[in-house]
């Protein structure tokens, strides 16, 4: 009796990229960085837009003749406030990470051998480190206030 013939060996569900495409840098493309930027810019200008649509509470909304109406309109100003504030930071966020990955995909590009002129290069390296400085020099504040 002869032994059973081991059989195929197991598929891996792993996904691995060809080693090719690893090496030679497609993962990275100056069109998608810049579109992936802009997106984010956009999305933060209309995050940003988003308490104007309900607007800040008016005294007109209203019955003062009712003895709690100022402490409630205080309130809800407060909470205008907090969601205003709330949407500008994220906005910032946003903002700032798209401006990031232009700006890193400017530098990259412009190490890049494939980019035409020297010129160019230099204008795409210019470019994008002047828009990472102008990030770093704004001032981004990381402190919690409670």
């Known amino acids: 009796m002869?032994?059973?013939l081991p059989g195929p060996p197991a598929q891996s569900t792993m996904y691995h990229p060809?080693?090719?495409?690893m090496m030679s840098g497609g993962l990275f493309s100056l069109h998608k960085f810049l579109m992936?930027?802009?997106i984010l810019i956009l999305l933060a200008t209309f995050v940003s837009l988003?308490?104007?649509?309900?607007?800040?509470?008016s005294q007109v909304d209203y019955d003062t003749e009712e003895a709690d109406w100022s402490n409630e309109f205080a309130k809800d100003t407060e909470s205008h406030n907090d969601f205003e504030r709330v949407m500008d930071t994220i906005a910032t966020i946003l903002g700032t990470g798209g401006v990031a990955l232009i700006g890193y995909a400017f530098i990259r590009e412009a190490y890049d051998e494939d980019t035409t002129t020297p010129a160019l290069r230099i204008t795409l390296l210019i470019l994008g480190a002047v828009m990472l400085l102008q990030l770093l020099g704004?001032?981004?504040d990381v402190s919690v206030s409670v």
């Open 138 to 140: 704004s001032g981004f």
């Open 50 to 57: 988003l308490p104007d649509f309900g607007g800040a509470p």
């Open 18 to 21: 060809p080693q090719q495409a």
């Open 2 to 4: 002869q032994a059973p």
């Open 36 to 38: 992936i930027g802009v």
